[in-house]
């Protein structure tokens, strides 16, 4: 039997409320249908019957070759249709008289609604019963605009406080942040949002964002203040987004509902490990909020579970820019008030398609010609075509909410459809489009389109001197447009006009190509909500019509479930080396020449060799180093042609450094000195004690003017040579660098910036510095798993792109890193046994050396992580006590690897044929004991060592190496 509802309805009773005018609502009662029952669950569930199958469909369809017969240049001269065929609601016009249609068949199609049961399906979704039958939920995107003292229920309850709850704590918070009373850590105000969300988490909140970026009432709120959307996965996109932001002004909002969706997720991680790296973890709760409903994984990432706003099962992604998935954003940068205006915009269409008759209903009209369009014309596509710059993302939105909802193949009841749904929606903002796309709108294929203009324009300019304003010339091509595609030109039009005969076919336009216009008063918040509302709801009436479910999308799942395949096949390959298998033959060989082929460093695209290719190169190279094996001989005496140079005397030698202009060398030594001398001369020209009692390392900043150093004591100390020495001689501390907690084992400038210094250290970490301020920029390892599981003994910056750089460590790895994302090490390096003592870039910045306790040199490819070369002792002279290397250099053309050892040798290796061209400890005046640094001037023409001696020794050669 049927079932009887109590409902309310809107009627048009006027309240006095400024300029607004405000529903009261009064019940009304109706009966459902055989076919639209609910079961015992309340469920709606409709009958097997399609609406193929009724009456009105089959009147349509023999419709349709009437139409065929009519132009729309002649329906164009019927000025009463043409009148008719014009609604205006609210300031906003539709006219749709240049769609194939006359008023007959707008008749067809009301007729064909009601068989479609449209007005009780629309009373269903209103009411909240469980229209989505395959979720068994309500769709209730009207409740989170509805005003607070409206009934919305789902399941019994009534919606509309909760909502109003979220939207209080979103406005008190909003308002907390930016007055500036919610700080960051570090007590600076967050003046930057980056949302985090994927789908309809990120394309509704990023198109009201743009639409309001140059609206001028919401631009003037948002005055200072960034808002950036992060949603793929793609790391570009995250470099993009964090590029030029401070973690101490950033605030990141996670949108995930249960907080496992994969993309998101791996976003929000990399967001926190880049604001913790830089900022310590209890920032996190400081900086991150989220929007979910799950508050045990909230809390268990770090997030304070009193800074989540929840949204509701009976909200889709797609229809959620009206939660906080896009309130809470837009509010931290607009203000709620504005937000607020938006959501008011949206609820007047709400209630005009709940409440207005279905022959003067926005979204009715536009749905049932959607519908005329798709399935009865066969046009398949729909370009939304918006005379706007600011509603440059509301076609990406609205192509995800009609084609996710639409998209379907089978009835509500899992019956196959015997006629196509769903449209195939693109666009651009014109004039732009008419540059891209509108050659094929014009003479391709046929394109129903939807032009959307406004009267008044965000941002007006008028030229002194030209015809029109700059808003009227947009304006101008928003109005001719459409005239073209209905009225085209044809060849008599063209020979009349003295067009050449063989070009008459070419300029022919055949016209008779449906459009409509919407045209709005303005683009501030309230029509913007408007405008989103109508579509919303124009997308729910096709669902209707088709008797499909509009508010599922299991055509997504598929794919995800795959990839998760895809995922664990990759983290095996790259990690064990397993190979590719469990695929067809398609994907395995495609996945097999990836895997071998291309890999993708933090958004910059890196090209590989696979192995077959390595071993073909290096047959090729071989045989080339043969033939000049002898000329390489020759060369070797003539670079090697060794001018004795200074010794100059001191302590236990640990590090040196050479000043760009190579005249300079500063050392560090156990004795807690730092020592600048003059490599020509063999004088001191500065001497600095330390409170350190064991200086580690030191380096020249790229000026030569300063210098850094670092020891046991875990700080790294500036001094400024220029400084005015004290009464002791010494030179005050410009700037002491705090923070790690082990000590400083190495140190290195950044090239060409004197205020940029890494470090490496004992705490497992390496870091990133601003000289100028002491602050630390990054953080690279400790607690992240990428990270070293040992003491940092060494760190080398890539000449070639200063944002790499290579570190290596006590755990018998070198690891590459990018110093714009911090949260993670690009690539490991394996094959030492033992720790690795010093790394050192070669001159091309593709490839890079260690040195180890293993007693070998390794030559790595720092994209691929191939091992190109090894280079031991015990190869070079079959010695079974093989001693340790303490620091390499490369000469500058990177033919040669100086290797310091700790029995005192010094091999200079030719790193192409891996063999030993001269042990300088061997020579007359060397070490007499461990070889603890090295290294080459910038030109290449000295080599400096240092040693446990006591001595640095300085070699200037013939020839630049």
Not at 244 to 249: A, I
Not at 307 to 326: I, L
Not at 588 to 594: E, G, I, S, V
Request: charge should be neutral; include cysteine.
């Amino acid at each position: 039997g049927s079932h009887t509802i109590l409902r309310f309805v809107v009627l048009p009773v006027l309240l006095l409320s400024g300029s607004r005018t405000l529903p009261i609502f009064f019940p009304r009662s109706y009966s459902l249908t055989p076919d639209l029952t609910k079961n015992n669950k309340g469920t709606v569930m409709a009958s097997a019957a399609l609406i193929c199958d009724s009456e009105p469909w089959k009147d349509l369809k023999e419709h349709v070759n009437v139409i065929e017969k009519k132009h729309l240049r002649d329906l164009m001269n019927d000025v009463e249709r043409c009148q008719s065929m014009m609604v205006e609601i609210d300031g906003i016009l539709l006219d749709y008289s240049r769609q194939r249609v006359r008023l007959d068949t707008i008749g067809k199609l009301l007729k064909l609604a009601e068989a479609a049961r449209l007005r009780q399906k629309i009373d269903m979704m209103y009411n909240g019963d469980h229209i989505n039958s395959t979720e068994n939920r309500s769709v209730l995107h009207i409740a989170l605009r509805a005003p607070r003292d409206k009934v919305i229920c789902s399941d019994g309850k009534n919606v509309v406080p909760d909502v109003w709850y979220v939207l209080d704590k979103i406005k008190e918070f909003s308002e907390r942040v930016r007055s500036g009373s919610w700080v960051g850590a570090t007590g600076k105000a967050l003046k930057d949002v980056v949302a985090i969300g994927i789908g309809g988490s990120f394309l509704g909140p990023l198109f009201v964002h743009n639409a309001l970026q140059t609206d001028p009432e919401a631009a003037d709120c948002a005055r200072g203040r960034q808002l950036r959307f992060l949603a793929n996965v793609d790391p570009v996109d995250v470099a993009r987004n964090i590029s030029g932001l401070n973690p101490e002004t950033t605030l990141v909002v996670v949108v995930s509902k249960t907080f496992t969706t994969a993309e998101t997720m791996l976003n929000a991680r990399t967001m926190r490990e880049w604001i913790s790296s830089a900022l310590g973890t209890q920032a996190v709760a400081k900086h991150m909020v989220a929007v979910s409903t799950n508050l045990t994984l909230v809390e268990k990432f770090g997030i304070d579970p009193a800074n989540t706003f929840a949204f509701w099962d009976w909200v889709g992604g797609r229809y959620s820019v009206c939660s906080a998935v896009g309130v809470l954003p837009l509010s931290l940068q607009y203000g709620f008030p504005i937000v607020e205006k938006f959501l008011n915009g949206a609820s007047n269409i709400d209630n005009h398609f709940y409440s207005a008759s279905f022959e003067r209903n926005l979204p009715v009209l536009l749905g049932l010609l959607s519908v005329w369009n798709v399935t009865f014309l066969g046009y398949p596509a729909r370009a939304i075509l918006p005379y706007s710059q600011a509603l440059e993302k509301f076609a990406p939105h609205i192509q995800q909410v009609s084609m996710e909802s639409n998209g379907k193949g089978v009835s509500i009841d899992g019956i196959p459809l015997p006629f196509e749904t769903g449209e195939i929606d693109f666009g651009e903002p014109g004039t732009n489009g008419q540059h891209s796309f509108y050659q094929l709108i014009h003479q391709g294929r046929v394109v129903p389109c939807d032009f959307i203009g406004s009267i008044k324009s965000q941002q007006p300019i008028y030229l002194k001197g030209e015809v029109v304003s700059n808003h009227d010339e947009l304006m101008s091509n928003f109005f001719a447009q459409p005239d073209a595609l209905a009225y085209g030109k044809s060849p008599e039009q063209l020979l009349q006009d003295s067009v050449p005969d063989h070009l008459v076919p070419h300029k022919t336009f055949s016209g008779n190509r449906p459009s409509l216009s919407l045209l709005l008063p303005s683009l501030d918040a309230y029509n913007i909500g408007k405008l989103l509302a109508i579509y919303e709801h124009r997308i729910a009436v096709e669902g209707f019509i088709w008797g499909i479910n509009s508010f599922d999308q299991w055509g997504v799942e598929l794919g995800k479930v795959l990839a998760s395949q895809v995922r664990k096949q990759l983290h095996l390959s790259r990690t064990k080396r397993e190979p590719v298998q469990g695929f067809n033959f398609s994907t395995t060989t495609l996945l097999t020449r990836y895997l071998e082929e291309e890999f993708l460093i933090f958004g910059y695209w890196v090209w590989l060799m696979s192995f077959s290719e390595l071993k073909d190169r290096h047959v090729a190279a071989t045989a080339t180093v043969n033939t000049l094996r002898d000329r390489l001989n020759e060369k070797r005496q003539q670079l090697l042609d060794t001018d004795g140079g200074p010794v100059l005397s001191g302590a236990l030698v640990y590090s040196l450094d050479w000043t760009p202009e190579k005249n300079r060398i500063v050392s560090a030594s156990q004795d807690g000195r730092l020592i600048i001398w003059n490599a020509l001369t063999s004088q001191k020209t500065h001497a600095i004690k330390l409170p350190c009692a064991w200086v580690m390392t030191c380096a020249f900043a790229p000026n030569g003017h300063s210098v850094a150093c670092g020891g046991l004591d875990s700080e790294c100390s500036i001094f400024n040579l220029n400084s005015q020495v004290d009464r002791d001689g010494n030179i005050p501390v410009s700037r002491v660098l705090t923070g790690h907690k082990g000590y400083v084992s190495s140190c290195e400038f950044v090239r060409d910036q004197d205020t940029r210094l890494i470090t490496g250290s004992g705490d497992q970490t390496c870091v990133l510095w601003d000289v100028t301020t002491g602050q630390r920029i990054s953080v690279f390892g400790g607690e992240f798993p990428s990270g070293h599981t040992s003491d940092v003994l060494s760190i080398s910056i890539n000449s070639s792109n200063s944002n790499m750089f290579v570190s290596g460590s006590c755990d018998a790895t070198a690891r590459l890193w990018d110093t714009r994302i911090a949260s993670r090490a690009i690539r490991t390096y394996h094959g030492h046994h033992g720790d690795v003592n010093s790394v050192k870039f070669f001159p091309d910045g593709q490839r890079f050396g260690t040195g180890s306790d293993d007693g070998t040199c390794r030559l790595f490819d720092m994209r691929t992580g191939h091992q190109l070369q090894v280079y031991s002792q015990q190869q070079a002279n079959n010695d079974q006590d093989i001693p340790i290397v303490t620091s390499i250099a490369f000469s500058i053309s990177g033919r040669l690897l100086f290797a310091g050892y700790s029995n005192g040798d010094c091999y200079v290796w030719d790193t192409l044929l891996a063999e030993v061209v001269v042990n300088l400890g061997k020579l007359q005046n060397s070490h007499e004991g461990r070889i603890s640094c090295l290294g080459l001037s910038a030109d290449g023409s000295a080599l400096c060592t240092g040693s446990w001696d006591k001595n640095l020794k300085v070699s200037f050669r013939s020839s630049t190496l």
